[in-house]
């Protein structure tokens, strides 16, 4: 039988919803061969060039590149996309959080890259769907491609729930998948990769939501930058970017609706 994710990953899922609610500094689950073993080889050899990506728009705090999954074609790719959008995984990921979950059917995710010098700033999430007013997006879903990732690569996925608390590094192995909390308070990313010529930082991300009623909902906004290093010309320009983005995000939404 053909499977996606790796049927075990499914039989699990109270155990894992265990340690997702258990693990610190924010909800969290770490899942070592979370892809069938064959699709996550075939997925690395389909992974795009980075010819066919474009560079990350927030170019003062995130050094990488981006493609949209539906816009990778590819039967590995397609398999994937369509396991992430299945009922099957939406009762997985309800019943390892404890609530109706989703991944958006139209905009699953993106695929990420990293070459020689890419980095992360530390940063918050989006917190609502682009396109939709009630869809909160409370949950991602990181699948990482990197065989025989080295400790001195760098690159680790960082967590923190405020800035300057004590972090959490997460190695980003070959189909290891990170399943995390996604809200104000908790901050990610990933510091400067230090990578031999032939080698990328490979992920796939997926943000999952929930539908919530109106009143619940906060204000939108899109991602908000906490730069770590001390640099105050960098840190005064996430405050200023993170604002016009704010802005920006609110407008959009409004003009969409109008048309």
């Not at 999430?125 to 491609?145: E, G, Q, R």
């Not at 192995?173 to 990769?193: A, E, K, P, W």
Request: glycine share 4%; hydrophobic share 35%; net charge neutral.
């Amino acid at each position: 039988m053909f499977y996606v994710i790796n049927p075990d990953v499914y039989k699990k899922v109270k155990y894992l919803s265990s340690l997702y609610h258990t693990a610190t500094p924010f909800s969290h689950v770490i899942i070592d061969n979370f892809l069938d073993a064959s699709l996550a080889q075939n997925l690395l050899r389909d992974f795009p060039e980075i010819s066919e990506m474009s560079r990350s728009h927030h170019y003062l705090f995130a050094n990488k590149y981006e493609l949209q999954i539906g816009n990778r074609v590819s039967n590995s790719f397609s398999n994937l996309y369509e396991e992430l959008t299945s009922n099957n995984l939406r009762l997985f990921l309800s019943e390892l959080v404890g609530e109706d979950l989703f991944v958006d059917t139209e905009f699953c995710g993106d695929i990420h890259q990293g070459i020689n010098g890419s980095f992360l700033e530390m940063h918050t999430d989006f917190n609502l769907h682009p396109m939709k007013d009630n869809w909160l997006h409370c949950l991602n879903i990181i699948i990482y491609l990197n065989k025989e990732w080295k400790e001195d690569f760098g690159g680790e996925l960082i967590l923190k729930s405020q800035v300057g608390d004590l972090k959490n590094q997460i190695s980003p192995q070959f189909n290891r998948c990170v399943i995390m909390q996604s809200n104000d308070n908790t901050y990610h990313g990933y510091s400067q990769l230090r990578l031999p010529k032939e080698l990328t930082r490979k992920s796939i991300i997926i943000p999952v939501y929930k539908k919530e009623i109106c009143d619940n909902l906060p204000p939108r906004h899109l991602t908000n930058f906490a730069p770590e290093q001390d640099y105050s010309l960098k840190k005064s320009s996430a405050k200023f970017y993170n604002y016009i983005t704010q802005i920006k995000a609110r407008l959009k939404r409004q003009l969409t609706k109008r048309s």
